[in-house]
């Protein structure tokens, strides 16, 4: 889930038992860090939660990615400044029907 809110998905994942793929449950930290890098702040040096998220991501790719779609900002785009991350997400595709406000992709690749 990719969302600057409170996950929608948790009682979803909870009732099904699925595996959560990252180790934040929102990206709020995300959006933080770079709105602070746009801004030259040295505090976003070396970008500790991008490269978090996408260790994640990599380690355990999720079967379903969902963004949020009400927020303005760039997720895929800001995670696939990383090569490892931009590698993993080509093996993800949108599915034509999703869940209300969000993009919904699957991952077609390898497992």
Do not use: C
């Amino acid at each position: 889930m990719l969302s600057r809110s409170l996950s929608p998905a948790f009682p979803v994942v909870n009732q099904t038992g699925v595996r959560w793929a990252s180790g934040f449950d929102t990206t709020w930290a995300l959006l933080a860090e770079s709105s602070l890098a746009q801004k030259g702040d040295a505090s976003a040096q070396g970008r500790p939660i991008l490269g978090k998220l996408v260790e994640d991501f990599v380690a355990r790719p999720p079967d379903m990615v969902a963004i949020d779609a009400r927020d303005a900002f760039d997720y895929v785009g800001t995670l696939s400044g990383q090569p490892a991350f931009a590698s993993a997400w080509r093996e993800y595709r949108e599915e034509a029907a999703g869940i209300v406000g969000f993009r919904v992709f699957t991952r077609h690749g390898s497992r």
